[in-house]
């Protein structure tokens, strides 16, 4: 087994939907393009009616030309006439149409992919973190980026769909016109085709399905060993990564071929049974001419050209079977991601408060991202407004699972998180987390300049040059920052990989500052940074911190000492509350990690 | 890579992945053509083979037509002898049924060929992509960290997926449709000739005409062709920027704002193709052909009339021409799909042709049994360069506007760095935010190389060392962690050879104070951790990388920072089996804590990419004002002059 692209992603899509579903869903998106199809269709009954003309023409032509061999007088314009009818309606009639459809088809076909993507990606918006835990970017974004892509096949065959139905009954039409018993040998295919069709509509579907699988993989694999980069390198790693890659890049290579296979195996059987149609139709069609002359040669010249008309909207007709089941696989994708249920939902009447004080209480809370390993269990604790709490704690005990519950980023499965005694989940969502910000443990930047990235903490209302200066000033970066060349203008690179670790530590933390919230949530938000630096934030932070709630996590213990309260959390239970001074002379187990800390950190 | 024949590498002085990157042809169409001959034997066999079904296929309208000169002979004959006689409808003339059995076994014959090639055709084009993608994975993984810095990830996941597979899909219909194309074409007017040389000319006469339009197309297609798949690779990366950062775009409520920067780069998307389509549907070489066609029918006819030809030699002739409608539309999908492999060529290689590697000299040495000893000497060194390839790369991928810098101020990130570690030594690197610790040891391993100075391993400079054994004998703690997508088992064993056993893993783990986590999970070591190990929490990942990096069993260490998000008590059980651990290795240390400092022989302190100071705690407390600064305001240190020990400081 290779070690990427593995993650926790099971492929829970499969087989949740019903065809019927996954057929509803597409038509949805098909339905406000009816217009479109409409008159793809009208063109190419049109089109395909002209088309009809010419090989009549010719065979009467050439009937006409052998008679006037025998014997008789060549009109010329006659012959002008019809050579010049036939250029008309099958060259330039013709071709007008031709492009008329495909621009209408191609517009038709790509507004519709670029809806189903954005409909994704909306819908990625809301999914909630148990998602992206276990789902591995590459793969979402193969399903975004890469199965739609191949959904384009499916819904050109569906706009060409309805004109070539017609196209089958009228020349199925045209045919028993010409000559009925003819007609019905022709007819005999049919059958045999959708027979076919109706064989082959599995594998595609299982096929197409696993090959959809086999990219995300690929996709997957290779996203993760691009951001791993650093990691493999410096265990000199390349040459094995590429021989696990290689076995990934196999499997789609199987997969991928064995979906070739189905499409090259499907025209040559095709042909083989139109070409076997067409000699049964010559060896009845020269016994018509030859022995019993209810038919004239260039009559059944133009039978065998009228039957190609016949077998091409034929095939295509039956070849949508096997187009559409790909293009289910597609949508089962597709929808499997769009469908996941969010667990964080917004009431159904959100409620927007006034104003929020900031009055934090967690009741009787229990949380688990595992059922059998507990984080919280009957969590209780109250936070006044305008207070500033300090969160210790072992590593894993639970604390930036708390920071991550208040912000609403998971559900909690039972007791309640009450903001000024309104529970969380009954606040309007968009409008609450604008209220909440916080440092992220995992300081994470967008490519683009540190100023778009500080101003990402209040993307919602355009905040001013100033504001974010004044934010970057109250962290300490605006001497980093001026020290670039660019300043605040400097490009920082995906992940802000042009920075330092405490630089972009840093922005964040002047991100979050920005936001201007009523609750403010520093999970370890200068653990990256020298402590000089630290001890100017943290004066800066006093007169921000003193009017709003605010939650510092840190296990660096010097900077949460002048907190109001400092929690200690172990094993998602509390066990001690209370000052700094209040918990050393308690001297229980906050005063023991105290003295550890401070063993650490003194000099002798 | 096979083409690359090792004995001579050494000669010229490159590296054998220079040459590999060097070998790549700048001709991208050249270089498609060698993509799809990697198996010259099976893509030979496909032309070949399509050209037989070709014949085959030619050969039914010929048959056709002589099968209907037959019919016409019998039907003008047994009209004019005008036999009235019961006939069963089986009847059949002799004549009439040898075509009949020679249309039925070319049928055959075609479809065998067609199902033998269309397998192989197949093969050639998943082989092409496979082999493309597995190449582009390598020729990525092998790139330097200066690469990889300004890389965009899923920019380059475009690349390697769709870009990659739009090869294929130039190769599979591509390959046969081009051969088919040429050859229906030249036999068709092949048997004009034969039928009718008068013919044949008037359908000619148009040729330049035809050319010039398909020409023009080409022209007009191949912008609007790479711009589609360049928005794609634009797109996937936003994508993938939102998908990585959710955390943060859900925290700040900025769904809006990512979904109208998304929309913006899908609608452009959609435009584009939008105008790829429109300029496909306005081929208009088949306009032509049907111009040329009617004049050639208008003209057989005035023959058949005038009695230079018979009325099946008119129905060949009809048939060769209609045959000429397939290869016009053809060659229109034919340019299509192999512009849409150029554009996905060119940029498959513009990626893999940037000579963004660390190079490793042909005669570099193997690093065995190392004792550990470091030299910087008057190295230098800043990311100025890569800054000036951000630019550049940055607007070639998107329009950015190119703000001209009047002067751009290099701004170097070490300078004159010179220290010694021997074999055995804790070295700690202090110094501020920014300034340059973490770039220190990333110069050891070669992540970057130095401008100017050297770094000597055992008097060795690094670079004339391999870069595998030299990276083999330094592990790092980053100051990151990135943990992969796995079982917590197989991210500890990342850096060891496939087979380790697992009490050697749980032993690290038990060091690196993990072990004990790791068991409250239900799948212990087999637990999988999310993408980057977001399922773990912060304490967590770095007490697995350090594990990881021990196990590695590196002689020389780098922990930078590796502690940031451990409690001190953990820290402390973590210290104590470090000392068994760190024990005859050369180990740097960075950190913001203390405890360490303490322990280290020697202590460098940074600002802004110098070395300030440099020496022991004791006279480093007393001397230097950047090393009391490393205390920040916590900790009460003693007046610059006074004797140490004297106060141990804090508030207790
Ligand atoms: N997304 C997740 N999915 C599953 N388990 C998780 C997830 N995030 C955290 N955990 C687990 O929940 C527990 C609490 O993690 P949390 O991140 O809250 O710890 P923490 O107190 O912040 O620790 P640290 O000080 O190391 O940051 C840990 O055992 C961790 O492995
Ligand atoms: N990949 C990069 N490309 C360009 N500039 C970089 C890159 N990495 C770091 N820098 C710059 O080089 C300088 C030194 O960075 P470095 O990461 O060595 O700092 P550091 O001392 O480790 O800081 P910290 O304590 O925050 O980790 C910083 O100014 C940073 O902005
Ligand atoms: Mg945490
Ligand atoms: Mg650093």
Redesign the pocket.
Known sequence: MSWFGVGRSEEESEGKFTDRELTQRMVSYILPYKKPIIITTIIIVINTAFSLVPPYIIGRLLDFAVELSEGGTPSIALIVTLAVTNFVLNGLLWYLGEYLTRVITIRAITKVTREIRMDMFQKIQNHD??FF?THITGKIMSRVMNDTDTLRDTLFFITQLFGNILLVLASAGLLFFLNWQLALISLALTPLIFLLMFIYRKFVRRTMLNWRKTVATVNAAMGESISGIAVSKSFSREKRNSEDFQKINQENFVASFKRGLIFTTLWPIITLMQIAVLVALLVYGQNLVVFNHVMEPGALYSFTIYLWRFFFPLTQVANFYSQYQAGLAAMERIFGLMEVESEVKEADEPKILPELKGEIEFKNMDFW??EN?P?FKNFSLKINAGETVA?V????????????LLSRF?EIKGGSILVDGVDIRDLQIEWYRQQVALVL?DSFLFSGTIKNNIKFGRIWDNPTDEEIRLAAKTVQATEFIEDFPDGFETEVLERGKRLSTGQRQLVTFARALLANPRILIL??ATASVDAYTEAMIQDALEAIMKDRTSIV?A?RLSTIKNADKIIM?EN?QIVEMGSHDELLTKKGQYAELYETYFKHQSLM | MERINSTEIVNNGLSKQQIEIRNIPDSHLKWLIQQVFRKPAITITVIVGTLLSIAATMARPYMMGELFDVIWELYLGSRTANIVEFLSILDIDKDILIYVYILLGLAGFEFIINITVGILNEYIAQNTERSIRDDFYKSVQSKSMAFHDTAKVGELMSQATFDVRIINATVSPGLRMITQAILTASAAFGLLFYYDWRIALAVIVFTPFYIWAVRNYSKKLHPLTEKVQKQFGIANSLLQENVSGIRVVRAFTAEKYETKRFSKEVDELRDDIIARGERQALYFPPLILSLSITIALGLSILFIATGSMSGGEAIAITGALFQLYNPTYMISWVLYLTHMGIAGAKRIITTMKEEEIIVEKPDAIKFTDIQGRVDYINVDFSYYKLREKTRKTGTEIKKQETKEKPEIIVRETLKDINLTANPGDIVAILGPTGCGKSTITKLLARMYDVDSGEILIDGKNIQDITLESLRKNIGVIEQDIFLFSTTIKENIAYGVDRKVSDEKIIEYAKAAQAHD?IM??DDGYDTLV?ERG?????????RIAIARAFLANPKILILDDSAS???AQTEELIQKAMDRLLENRTVFIITHRLATIKRANKIIVLRKGEIVAQGYHDSLLKSSEDYRRVFGRHIELPPIDEAIGSTSGGSK
């Open positions: 973190f148990r835990d991202y595992n390993e984080v969160i704690g072992e590593t894993g005990a639970g604390k930036t699972t708390l920071a991550s998971y443990q999970d370890e996590i296990h959390i998602g | 986590f409250t999970f999310g977001v399922t773990l929490s912060g304490g967590q990942k770095q998000a451990i409690d």
